[in-house]
Antibody, heavy 122, light 112 residues
Framework: EAQLVQSGGGLVQPGGSLRLSCVAS????????MTWVRQSPGKGLEWVAN????????SFVDSVKGRFTISRDNAKKSLYLQMNSLRAEDTAVYYC???????????????WGQGTLVTVSS | DIVMTQTPLSSPVTLGQPASISCRSS???????????LSWLQQRPGQPPRLLIY???NRFSGVPDRFSGSGAGTDFTLKISRVEADDVGVYYC?????????FGRGTRVEIK
């Protein structure tokens, strides 16, 4: 069965850090871009970050630039999101997803992880 | 960023009857390569989003044929030909033609 299994997340104080992980099984990983998307009641679904197949290109939504980093380990079929200087507005369910890209054009998110809740509160 | 607007916000449907959801984008979703990267996602209660349709009308693996997508340019529609209990949830349109990818706010499908 193709799946992305997430771990990490939880409750953290403002200014704190968390690391999210996402492991792929039953689906190709190293040949695909990967992405993080978050979902909060106030903002709905919001794209957060992308990383190219080989990790050479990364992009972020403006609100997390300089605070979040995205990385991957293709040998472990794993994706990571390091979140620093967390703010209350980062509170959301975070999903990893596989980004279907071909020839430099990306079309859709075809497989999604189960999601992990990040709560930033004192 | 491209804004995706969905209507209606909620759609109460009788089992076995059709349902239709509209999605409008603030700009044309036709990519310079000629394709239109408009997708539909389903999110059942307590579940992550799941891809249903990509490039306007292509059903993803395992998606029943009662789901269909249509449209062009800035106006798109998801149709469920005969709603089943399993179809309850929130449906989102999503564009990937222009970075960053953006999502509609969702349409809740519920059984009358």
């Amino acid at each position: 069965e193709a799946q992305l299994v997430q771990s990490g997340g939880g409750l953290v104080q403002p200014g704190g850090s968390l690391r999210l992980s996402c492991v792929a099984s039953g689906l190709s990983f190293s040949n695909y871009w990967m992405t993080w998307v978050r979902q909060s009641p106030g903002k709905g679904l919001e794209w957060v970050a992308n990383i190219k197949e080989d990790g050479s290109e990364k992009s972020f939504v403006d609100s997390v630039k300089g605070r979040f980093t995205i990385s991957r380990d293709n040998a472990k079929k794993s994706l990571y999101l390091q979140m620093n200087s967390l703010r209350a507005e980062d509170t959301a369910v975070y999903y990893c997803a596989r980004y279907h890209c071909s020839g430099g054009v990306c079309s859709t998110f075809d497989y999604w992880g189960q999601g992990t809740l990040v709560t930033v509160s004192s | 960023d491209i804004v995706m607007t969905q209507t209606p916000l909620s759609s109460p449907v009788t089992l076995g009857q059709p349902a239709s959801i509209s999605c409008r984008s603030s700009q044309s979703l036709v990519h310079r390569d000629g394709n239109t990267y408009l997708s539909w996602l389903q999110q059942r209660p307590g579940q992550p989003p799941r891809l249903l349709i990509y490039k306007i009308s292509n059903r993803f693996s395992g998606v029943p044929d009662r789901f269909s997508g249509s449209g062009a340019g800035t106006d798109f529609t998801l149709k469920i030909s005969r709603v089943e209990a399993d179809d309850v949830g929130v449906y989102y349109c999503m564009q990937a033609t222009q970075s960053p990818p953006t999502f509609g706010r969702g349409t809740r499908v519920e059984i009358k």
